[in-house]
């Protein structure tokens, strides 16, 4: 399978502990993409890389969180200090990043538990 | 700040019956809108996108307008299958430095009934 591949999919955690993510994009994609999608709301953009540049991060994105992609291909997503509000599924899209339309492709995501 | 709206939280329908969902947004034109279909448990898969200056596009039994003056975006799927059933996702983009960040809508859950 060459789709985007996300670990862990499901992570349960308790208060106040620190989180990782990692998002595999597909091979050759250079823009990779982080978004958190809550029950009944479309996703949330978070931040986006083009290679190993962050380009963007959200204003919504407090400074507990952060993200990497070190040699522009796997990212991480880490979060510090969780709270219960950062319950949601985290979903990370990848693209070819050629033209102003390309399309993502998105990961099965991570469902985080805050408990 | 931009605001999407799609007009419900669910539809349900017939089979056979032709499907229209709507995206209404505030504020400037998107460079360009697209939409998602979402599984429950899944990430969003890739359907279709209309650009600012086209007023149609379709695929197969999918056909997406854009009207830049109401500032709506319509969804159509016709001939629909229980198969068809899933949430669906507008989403806006609108270029220069930002192109390729995309600003969701809450979604639409289709229920198409046999």
């Known amino acids: 399978d060459t789709g985007v591949s996300q670990n862990p999919r499901h992570k349960i955690t308790k208060r106040g502990q620190n989180v990782t993510f990692r998002c595999d994009p597909i091979?050759?994609?250079?823009?990779l993409y982080w978004y958190r999608q809550t029950l009944g709301q479309g996703p949330e953009f978070l931040t986006y890389?083009?290679?190993?540049?962050?380009?963007?991060k959200s204003r919504l994105l407090s400074d507990r969180f952060s993200a990497e992609r070190p040699k522009g291909s796997f990212s991480t997503l880490e979060i510090q200090r969780t709270e219960q509000g950062d319950s949601a599924m985290y979903l990370c899209?990848?693209?070819?990043?050629?033209?102003?339309?390309?399309?993502?492709?998105f990961g099965p995501g991570t469902r985080l538990t805050v408990l | 700040s931009q605001k999407i709206e799609q007009n419900s939280e669910a539809l349900n329908i017939q089979e056979g019956k032709t499907a229209t969902l709507t995206c209404n947004y505030t504020?400037?034109?998107?460079?360009?809108l697209q939409w998602y279909r979402q599984d429950p448990g899944r990430g969003p898969v890739f359907l279709l996108l209309?650009?600012?200056?086209?007023k149609e596009k379709r695929k197969e039994r999918l056909k997406v307008t854009f009207d830049t003056t109401l500032k709506q975006s319509l969804f159509h799927i016709t001939a629909s299958q229980p198969a068809d059933s899933a949430t669906y996702l507008c989403?806006?983009?609108?270029?220069?430095?930002?192109?390729?960040?995309?600003?969701f809508g809450q979604g639409t859950i289709l229920t198409v009934h046999p």
């Open positions: 890389f083009q290679n190993e540049a962050q380009l963007e």
């Open positions: 504020n400037y034109s998107p460079a360009y």
């Open positions: 209309i650009r600012e200056n086209e």
């Open positions: 989403a806006l983009s609108y270029g220069g430095t930002s192109y390729g960040k995309l600003t």
């Open positions: 091979s050759e994609h250079n823009r």
């Open positions: 899209a990848s693209s070819r990043g050629q033209g102003d339309t390309d399309t993502q492709y």
